[in-house]
């Protein structure tokens, strides 16, 4: 996996030592001897990782951080803090000013090139949803308010998986006071409840006897539901490539034992405020997606669903598997109800016609508005004998109760026309559509309320309402 990286130090030999190591696996490499040159590189050439020495003069290391992850422009970039000493008040500073990890100089190679791999990973899945919701926005589909944060006070759902029972209830009451917390102390149960309930992290000790750690966080990766669960593990310093391999499974993120309750704190929030943030951008392109094939005032699908599913229908058709049809509806004498008793009137209508259509159509069916007062049913499965007793069952349906308007504006009769056609084999969703427009058409000059297919011959060349 090829990235740029930004390097800063103050001191020149470091930057050209770091910079030799990862231009040797490939990685693009720019660099900075101080804070405000950083910053403005950042925000510059957009790097894909930052490793970021944290004495320096005049701006340390953690405001550097703290300006990074404040700045939209470069919130998202992961940001690993390199300190001269292991000391933990560093990292907990530094994880209060955002940063995503730590490094210990002399750095070690092997825990440079895990850390960097990983975290070049998660950013790859940041930057596609980022993509995708900016594309969304680009297109009205999202908005400001729907890509906002999400509530980050909300407690968490934390599942700790440690065999020392003590151990366990030791760290279950340290970040209890935060969070709602699961002790479990078996492989199998912690399983079990990762598939039943809604866990928004594991914290899993590694060095633990009683089982395999590891299996257990690859078979998470491997599943669905799992995969999207950050994983912070517990690991003993000295097992280096434990932690390695850890890190190529797919482990967010480590703490080394003894476990020191200010860092645990510090990077349990670290993991929830990357998952909230990646769960608001998942939940956002939801959102837009259902909002980019719903019509607004009705409820319905639009017309964008609607030859989705024609295609669909027609694939099926060309490989034998069943049959479909079309219905094109239209209501009757529309525009007066809006000359006489106004748009809002004529929405209403449009709304009780959809609710009718939902009503009586089947699960599997596909009603769409296909534009002004026209909707369109798509009826997998339907032939057109089928299509045809749908499509008069909801005519009857329209007829049968008078709409309300509304405000004391009192109730219309209201009825429809319709087209209906059955797609066959080499038909394209545009030629079924002319053929039941044609049909319909044609039941509009029959004198309106009924439904009339395609096979149907009565033409007419009257403009018709
Ligand atoms: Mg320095």
Redesign the pocket.
């Known amino acids: 996996m090829s990235g740029r990286i930004l390097v800063v130090?103050?001191?020149e030999p470091?930057v050209r030592l770091l910079k030799a190591k990862l231009e040797a696996e490939y990685y693009d490499v720019v660099s900075a001897s101080n804070g405000p040159d950083a910053i403005e590189l950042a925000r510059r050439t957009v790097p894909d990782l930052i490793l970021l020495?944290?004495?320096?003069?005049q701006m340390d290391?953690f405001e550097v951080c703290a300006r990074l992850k404040n700045d939209p422009r470069t919130r998202h970039i992961p940001v690993v803090m390199?300190t001269?000493l292991d000391q933990q008040e560093d990292r907990v500073q530094g994880l209060q000013a955002g940063a995503d990890d730590f490094l210990s100089k002399p750095i070690d190679d092997v825990a440079l090139f895990a850390r960097v791999r990983s975290l070049l990973r998660l950013k790859l899945v940041m930057d596609e949803l980022r993509q995708r919701e900016a594309s969304g926005r680009a297109l009205g589909a999202i908005n400001d308010t729907m890509s906002c944060l999400g509530d980050a006070s909300a407690k968490a759902n934390i599942l700790i998986l440690e065999d020392d029972e003590r151990q366990g209830q030791r760290l279950a009451r340290k970040l209890g006071e935060d969070h709602h917390l699961i002790h479990s102390t078996d492989p199998r149960d912690a399983s079990e409840r990762l598939d039943a309930e809604n866990i928004d992290l594991l914290v899993i000790n590694l060095a633990a006897r009683g089982f395999d750690g590891l299996r257990l966080c690859a078979r998470m990766r491997s599943g669905d539901k799992g995969r999207a669960i950050p994983i912070l593990a517990l690991v003993n310093p000295d097992n280096r490539e434990q932690i390695v391999r850890a890190f190529d499974i797919g482990v967010n993120d480590v703490l080394l034992r003894p476990v020191d309750s200010n860092e645990l704190s510090a990077r349990v929030n670290t993991q929830l405020r990357c998952k909230r943030y990646a769960d608001t951008l998942r939940q956002s392109l939801d959102n837009s997606f259902e909002m980019s094939v719903t019509d607004q005032l009705t409820g319905l699908h639009n017309r964008r669903l609607m030859q989705a599913r024609i295609e669909d229908a027609l694939i099926r058709l060309d490989r034998g598997v069943e049959a479909a049809s079309i219905l094109i509806a239209d209501v009757d004498f529309f525009k007066p109800v809006n000359d006489k008793w106004g748009h809002d009137a004529g929405d209403k209508v449009l709304q009780e016609l959809a609710k009718r259509m939902k009503a009586n159509m089947r699960a599997i069916d596909v009603s769409c508005r296909y534009g002004g007062e026209e909707f369109v049913v798509v009826m997998p499965g339907s032939n057109l004998d089928a299509a045809m007793q749908a499509a008069e069952r909801l005519r009857i349906a329209v007829e049968a109760e008078p709409f309300t308007l509304g405000d004391g504006q009192g109730a219309l009769s209201i009825t429809i026309s319709g087209g209906v056609t059955e797609l066959f084999q080499g038909d394209s969703h545009e030629a079924a559509l002319i053929r039941a427009d044609k049909a319909l058409y044609n039941a509009k000059k029959a004198g309106r309320n009924c439904v009339l297919s395609a096979d149907d011959k009565n033409h007419a060349n009257t403009a018709l309402g």
């Open positions: 130090d103050d001191i470091n020495d944290v004495m320096m003069p290391g390199v001269a």
